[in-house]
């Protein structure tokens, strides 16, 4: 979903879900927040990576505390897990369009089609074993904090429209199935957005979208 703003896509998402909990509370929450740079963090450009220290520079300005968190070792391998569980997946649900229709799929799509329909059925069952490790271990792993901050691209947005770029930033928690927020606000050299993402724990959507706006509002403020 994209809106205007956090508490647009709050409001959107609590009427399409019919959860009108998800809306945000009167009052802005003080989320307690942990600063994730991710196993991918090699992957982050200068752009992301002053990004994620100028969004916790000013949340601990606004008196939100911002705390370091590294994440478990063993979620190093959630990243090519979601590859796989997504490959896999894919080849299944797209055989009838490769069947009668490749040429009208993209080359990238076609790509991930034909990796998934090789891959053994045993990869498929590690890589969700992985994921299901990972969701059961997420609310250890956050501790007592309410989200995490972490990177949501590599970098700045690219330039025009062939690609919504590298999704490097996300997969993890796709896979893991918790509710983001990307919240822009900042910028990168060429003057094109860079944002930061806020994740919460699996089921707890209406506390990560107060703490995504509790971020939006620091990144205004300056």
Avoid at 93 to 107: F, H, K, N, Q, Y
Avoid at 112 to 130: C, S
Avoid at 155 to 160: F, I, L, N, V
């Amino acid at each position: 979903m994209f809106a205007r703003t956090v508490d647009d896509a709050a409001f959107f998402a609590s009427v399409l879900a019919g959860r009108p909990k998800l809306r945000l509370p009167d009052e802005p929450i003080r989320p307690r927040i942990g600063l994730c740079r991710t196993h991918e963090w090699e992957d982050a450009e200068p752009a992301t990576r002053d990004a994620l220290d100028e969004a916790a520079r000013r949340l601990r300005g606004s008196g939100i505390a911002v705390h370091e968190v590294a994440l478990p070792e063993c979620w190093r391998g959630l990243l090519e897990a979601q590859k796989t569980v997504m490959a896999y997946e894919a080849a299944r649900a797209g055989t009838p369009e490769m069947l009668t229709a490749p040429d009208r799929l993209s080359a990238k799509l076609r790509e991930i089609l034909k990796a998934g329909a090789a891959t053994a059925p045993e990869h498929y069952d590690a890589a969700r074993a992985l994921a299901a490790e990972g969701r059961a271990g997420f609310t250890d792993a956050l501790g007592e904090l309410d989200v995490l901050l972490t990177p949501s691209a590599p970098g700045e947005a690219p330039e025009g429209l062939g690609t919504t770029g590298d999704p490097v930033f996300n997969r993890v928690w796709t896979l893991l199935g918790v509710p983001c927020v990307t919240v822009p606000g900042l910028s990168g050299p060429s003057g094109l957005p860079v944002g930061v993402q806020v994740v919460g724990r699996p089921g707890d959507d209406r506390r990560t979208l107060a703490a995504a706006a509790a971020v939006a509002h620091a990144l205004s403020a300056g």
